[in-house]
């Protein structure tokens, strides 16, 4: 997953929300043909990937890649209609990562949310990555940060995460209560190919030195979330 917490600090938010807030009359709540004002920016904040899966996004419509922007707090008369026009609750995520994954739904635990929003929140504090063979071939996951206590709030928010996105227990197609949606085989397998031998040169100073002599492969590498769990060691190799 991608931090996304310097979209509010970017210095053209300000801006996009102005233009945003006076495009529509805010007593009738019909912003709905202006909030993806919002989507260019959090595609440069994103190097144009999903926040949440990576995938490169399209601008072409009705592909599983397709950037959408919607409300990261569901905006129906019986979740959060206030949040309806509310510049923070907008999100940036691939098609299929919105539509059929993350739908409008939005878990609690005891009135505290389940799902954490990257432009709130850094990925680096919920997880891990672990790049694995399954019995499709080799693939990159989520898992827990290993620091996490189990059974914790935080710790059941990175579950309620993966198991909503399908990027994680790619073992277990479905889980109780059908918890989890199948796992996303394609879009792991080809992370987990364009990850792997940066991992593997993390080992040791000289492998990396030798790795970063390509410096267009490194910078392309830079723009996904994966980089920086890397470079911080935060990942295993089974």
Known sequence: MIDMRGYFTHRA???VVDKFKKSFDESQLNCDD???SF???QRKISNNKCPICEVELSGYPNKTNTATLDHF?????NMYPQLKCEPKNYILMCSLCNSTYK???FPLLDERPLL???TEEDPLDFFELAFRYSGQGGILELKRESNISKGSYTYKRCEAMIKMFGLGYCDKDIHPNDEVKKCRIDILTKHYGMFIELAKARSSKKSLAHFFKDKNRVN???KYGFFRFIMK??????
């Not at 707090?73 to 008369?77: E, L, N, R, V």
């Not at 060691?233 to 089974?238: A, D, G, L, P, R």
């Open 103 to 105: 739908e409008d739904k």
């Open 116 to 118: 954490f929003n990257p």
């Open 220 to 222: 392309e590498l830079k």
């Open 39 to 41: 989507t260019d920016l």
């Open 13 to 15: 938010y300000p801006c």
């Open 73 to 77: 707090k569901p905006k129906a008369q």
């Open 233 to 238: 060691e935060q990942f295993s190799i089974n």
């Open 34 to 36: 202006y909030w993806f």
